[in-house]
């Protein structure tokens, strides 16, 4: 069986009146299924088309793209409707699959309870903390049961100090429900505490620069406990260097 995702010679071309723009060239890259990846590059290169264009949202111009799941898109924004409660949130994607079985409602309940949510259920989203919404919209999205999450900087809008706290449980949740996820995050320690390799992308058209894989030795492992693994710093910099300065 070969890996749950496979880019091979990927190249993206958007069109406008203005003329071509080569977006993504000749990318390389394969994900086992169960692993962790990080995605870094410098601003503008190109990280969200790709994401995109896993999910579906934009056919590739060129090369082979194969996809042995199902996904689920994690965004920016945890796009919550402020008029649904938290459970109906959660349900939401379910409602619009035509997946409400007794079965899959069950198991939403039980992510919210497993997850410290279910005494909020009947909460709305603006009585709960940032961080509470996007473990919402993980629910939300784990609902659906899918194979693949592709989360497109899930924590950037949250200030720095939920921002760790946040980062730390998702990645624990994502760990815990055995999911292979792709992030792309601007964040390089971010990248290194979730991730089992960051990959670091050139500067638009984006291509594989780098490949890294994560080793650290740290006990009782958690993202927010992964920062202070003694190799913590010798990857952040390594990953530095790699990267444009002005990133």
């Not at 709305?124 to 609902?143: D, E, F, H, K, N």
């Amino acid at each position: 069986m070969g890996p749950i995702v496979s880019m091979e010679d990927i190249s993206l071309r958007y069109h406008s009146i203005s003329g071509e723009t080569l977006a993504v060239s000749h990318l390389d890259l394969s994900v086992e299924s169960g692993e962790f990846i990080s995605v870094v590059g410098p601003s503008g290169c190109g990280k969200s088309t790709i994401l995109s264009m896993l999910a579906g949202l934009l056919p590739p111009s060129a090369g082979d793209l194969k996809i042995n799941g199902h996904i689920g898109y994690m965004l920016q924004k945890d796009h919550l409707l402020h008029w649904r409660n938290i459970r109906n949130n959660a349900l939401l994607g379910l409602e619009i699959q035509k997946k409400l079985t007794p079965e899959n409602i069950e198991y939403v309940d039980f992510l919210l309870d497993q997850y410290g949510l279910s005494e909020f259920k009947d909460h709305y989203p603006w009585q709960l903390s940032g961080g509470m919404r996007q473990r919402v919209a993980l629910i939300r999205t784990l609902a659906v049961k899918p194979d693949i999450l592709l989360l497109d900087e899930p924590f950037s809008a949250l200030d720095y100090q939920t921002r760790l706290s946040v980062s730390d449980e998702i990645g624990l949740i994502i760990r815990r429900e055995q999911k292979t996820a792709i992030l792309v995050t601007h964040d390089i320690s971010e990248a290194i505490s979730l991730a089992d390799r960051v990959i670091v992308l050139t500067k638009r058209p984006a291509t594989v620069k780098t490949i890294f894989p994560i080793l650290l030795s740290v006990e009782n492992y958690t993202p927010m406990k992964a920062r202070e693994a003694p190799e913590f710093k010798d990857y952040f910099n390594a990953i530095w260097k790699e990267l444009d300065v002005h990133v």
